[in-house]
């Protein structure tokens, strides 16, 4: 379920308290990505972010893998599924930083106002799926969730169709799109066409043993 309205207000803790969530954090992790809590009152810590990427995403073309078309010395291509990334960040940075450190991290040249943040947590026995703002915190909501990804866990996800900033993308990536849509709409008609020549022989052959003479 998604739910953009929703949202959690941001409650301003005391040290003591970001200390004695700390330490309950970090005696629940089981891999390792503890949190640390600065003299000034910061703390750092790891967020894991999961990729669900529709759209091809820009990069060098010495970088890139998998099915892509080319433009100079940047391709597009698309980004497999369920890949997860993970980041090691600070109480101060934004999910505006985030996504930018993300691009970063794939060597991605694509706008970041392009993409979205979203947590997905568990309520009642359903999934919601909530976009961030770009001035909320990650880390903050990693550490009031608690290290269990199956109660809150982060997705980057492209803005919806409606919400596309179309003149953030450049004219080579817009037609690097063009190839790769035309690309597939001919696999797609390609299949088809196997797929209804397949059943006409089928036919054909049923009719011939309907009219054979006995």
């Known amino acids: 379920k998604d739910d953009q309205k929703e ?7 005391s040290k003591e308290e ?13 891999d390792k990505l503890k949190m640390t809590l600065n003299a000034n009152g910061i703390y750092t810590g790891f967020i894991k972010v999961q990729m669900e990427l529709c759209r091809p995403i820009t990069v060098q073309s ?3 893998q ?12 698309y980004l497999p599924d369920g890949c997860v990334n993970t980041l090691h960040i600070s109480s101060t940075n934004t999910v505006r930083e985030v996504i930018e450190a993300l691009l970063r991290k794939f060597l991605v040249a694509d706008n970041p106002a392009k993409f979205a943040l979203y947590k997905r947590c568990h309520k009642e026995d359903q999934v919601y799926t909530c976009k961030l ?3 909320e915190r990650p880390l903050y909501l990693r550490l009031v969730a608690g290290p269990r990804t199956e109660m809150l866990s982060f997705v ?3 803005h919806e169709t409606g919400e596309v900033m179309w003149e953030a993308f450049s004219i080579p990536e817009l037609q690097n799109f063009l190839r790769i849509l035309d690309k597939e709409e001919n696999e ?5 066409k196997k ?20």
């Open 62 to 64: 010495s970088q890139s």
């Open 66 to 77: 998998g099915r892509c078309a080319h433009s100079n010395n940047e391709t597009a291509f």
């Open 188 to 192: 797609q008609l390609q299949i088809l």
């Open 195 to 214: 797929r209804y020549a397949a059943y006409r022989d089928k036919l054909e052959e049923a009719l011939g043993g309907v009219w054979k003479p006995g």
């Open 133 to 135: 703002s770009d001035r």
């Open 18 to 30: 970001v200390k004695e969530k700390i330490q309950s954090y970090n005696s629940s992790v089981t």
């Open 156 to 158: 980057l996800r492209e």
């Open 7 to 13: 949202r959690e207000p941001h409650v301003c803790l």
